[in-house]
């Protein structure tokens, strides 16, 4: 069974920091490139960064120098770090396989704010 369990959200001042966990199972997580998610009440689900089986990166625009994006193959575990936090950031956070129809996890809540 394929699953998606996200941590590590929670609330955060602007400027500050949080670093986010996703563990995987029922996938062949060493060769998928993996991505991290976020929707914010109202909007659409966004990608925010990605990483390959080899461990290249992309991100969006507004999160580049702000978000890192890992991975740990072995413990099948996804990470995003996210530094000087704005209350823009402020969603539901997912990690998922790019390009699978997998069923998506519940999602961590990041919420910036003062």
């Known amino acids: 069974q394929v699953q998606f369990v996200e941590s590590g959200g929670g609330l955060v001042q602007p400027g500050g920091s949080l670093g986010l966990s996703c563990a995987a199972s029922?996938?062949?997580?060493?060769?998928?490139?993996m991505g991290w998610y976020r929707q914010a009440p109202g909007k659409q689900r966004e990608l925010v960064a990605t990483i390959t089986s080899g461990g290249s990166t992309n991100y969006a625009d507004s999160q580049k120098g702000r978000f890192t994006i890992s991975r740990d193959i072995v413990k099948k575990t996804v990470y995003l770090q996210m530094n000087s936090l704005k209350p823009e950031d402020t969603a539901v956070y997912y990690c998922?396989?790019?390009?699978?129809?997998?069923?998506w996890g519940q999602g961590t809540q990041v919420t910036v704010s003062s």
């Open positions: 029922g996938i062949n997580f060493s060769i998928l490139t």
């Open positions: 998922h396989p790019i390009g699978t129809r997998d069923s």
